[in-house]
């Protein structure tokens, strides 16, 4: 069956490098964003939040970075794996409270060996 | 963080039939979402599940093709009705909780 994103951009790097994802969003209200990693024939999995009152967060081998300014996020993957090839979304809680997120167009990442 | 169930996991459906897709948590949570994710695309809000009332939807999804239930705070169930092949994509169920928000795996729906 098709897999999830045949249709997105596509960032390819070498097994070991680091990955930079990048992500635009729209509604300056935002004030919560989070990384999703969706395999094949599976819901999106958390990766990592950042709230807008931070402009930097890490965790395991991954790092958020939040711009308000110019409304840009970007997840950075170290030392990159093929467990990491996948499909990425950004998602952001626009407003207060518990509300659906809006989620970005998505990018592949393929890890080659 | 709650743990979701969400069935079928896959179906092929003739066009102009019915789909209920189930969504179990295992736990009591405020917000539930449902999604849909058309083939090689981003997920996209169909509708907020409202316990004890009707579901709202976003522009673009009427209740009369997406009806929805939410009997109690741990079960929901989104129905896709006089399906199409433009219909085929990936359904997902969301919770919003204490632990942040949590997807199913997904229904995966190919309309013939």
């Known amino acids: ?113 | 963080s709650a743990v979701i169930s969400q069935k079928p996991s896959r179906d092929i459906c003739q066009r102009g039939t019915s789909l209920t897709i189930q969504c179990q948590v295992d736990s009591q949570v405020t917000m539930m979402f449902w999604y849909r994710q058309q083939p090689g695309q981003s997920l996209t809000l169909i509708a907020t599940a409202n316990q004890g009332s009707e579901a709202t939807y976003e522009s673009g999804f009427v209740i009369d093709k997406f009806p929805i239930s939410r009997p109690n705070l741990t079960f929901s169930t989104l129905t896709v009705s006089n399906m199409s092949p433009e219909d085929s994509s990936i359904y997902l169920c969301s919770v919003s909780g204490a632990d942040g928000y949590t997807f199913g795996s997904g229904t995966r729906l190919t309309v013939v």
């Open chain 1, 1 to 113: 069956g098709e897999s999830v994103g045949l249709h997105l951009p596509t960032l390819s790097v070498q097994e070991g490098d680091n990955s930079i994802i990048n992500c635009a969003y729209s509604n300056s209200a935002s004030d919560y964003f989070i990384w999703y990693k969706q395999e094949s024939g599976k819901g999106p999995q958390f990766i990592i939040d950042i709230r807008s009152n931070m402009d930097k967060r890490q965790g395991q081998r991954v790092t958020v970075l939040l711009n308000k300014t110019v409304k840009h996020l970007s997840l950075q993957i170290a030392a990159t794996q093929p467990g990491d090839s996948a499909v990425y979304f950004c998602a952001e809680n626009r407003g207060t409270g518990r509300r659906a997120l809006t989620f970005g167009s998505g990018t592949r990442l393929q890890v080659q060996p």
